[in-house]
């Protein structure tokens, strides 16, 4: 079956950091494009960030460069995405998801989110 | 930035109807639109990429159409298991953003 299960929300102060992380299995991780997707309270889903499977090819959304990497394990089928100086505004549930591996684009598998809260 | 709109934002249904909830993109994406169910404290779920292809596992009264920059995803009999939101999503341009979306909820 595959399972994408994310780790490391949490409540954190302005200004500090956090590492998600986000298990892969069922699939052959390597040949799957990865995203972080997320979902900030009684709002839609906003793309963050995706990275390509052999983890040479990086993407952002403009407002969130130079805060947040992405990076991924391949020989640990884990995806990460590395959070700094955290706003209020980054509080939001964040999904890992799996790209179909298609010409697509699409993300067919999703997780079940891990909750960030940026607060003091 | 390829701006995404749905309409409409929320809609209320009775089990059995036809629903249509539409995407409008901000520029051509040809085909490359998909749409996703979410549900409260469930991981989100691909219905339709490509526009109009069923994903694995999806009942067939789900169906995507369109494409250039109108598109549409009907549900021909709303189950009761149906009442949650729908994003569409393009990802013909990076960055590859969601629409707002529709609210489905019980008459």
């Known amino acids: 079956e595959v399972q994408l299960v994310e780790s490391g929300g949490g409540l954190v102060q302005p200004g500090g950091s956090l590492r998600l992380s986000c298990a892969a299995s069922?699939?052959?991780?390597?040949?799957?494009?990865m995203t972080w997707v997320r979902q900030a309270p009684g709002k839609g889903l906003e793309w963050v960030s995706a990275?390509?499977?052999?983890?040479?090819?990086?993407f952002y959304t403009d407002s969130l460069k130079g805060r947040f990497t992405i990076s991924r394990d391949n020989s640990k089928n884990t995806l990460y995405l590395q959070m700094s100086s955290l706003r209020a505004e980054d509080t939001a549930i964040y999904y890992c998801?799996?790209?179909?591996?298609?010409?697509?684009?699409?993300?067919?598998?999703w997780g079940q989110g891990t909750m960030v809260t940026v607060s003091s | 930035d390829i701006l995404l709109t749905q309409s409409p934002s929320s809609l209320s249904a009775s089990v059995g109807d036809r629903v249509t909830i539409t995407c409008r993109a901000s520029q051509t994406v040809t085909n490359y639109l998909n749409w996703y169910q979410l549900k409260p404290g469930k991981a989100p779920k691909l219905l339709i990429y490509a526009a109009s292809r069923l994903q694995t596992g999806v009942p067939s009264r789900f169906s995507g159409s369109g494409s250039g920059t109108d598109f549409t995803l009907t549900i021909s009999s709303l189950q009761p298991e149906d009442f949650a939101s729908y994003y569409c999503q393009q990802s013909y341009n990076i960055p590859f953003t969601f629409g707002p979306g529709t609210k489905v909820d019980i008459k």
């Open positions: 998801a799996k790209d179909r591996g298609d010409e697509t684009d699409s993300f067919d598998t």
């Open positions: 069922g699939f052959t991780f390597s040949n799957h494009a």
């Open positions: 990275v390509s499977g052999d983890g040479q090819n990086i």
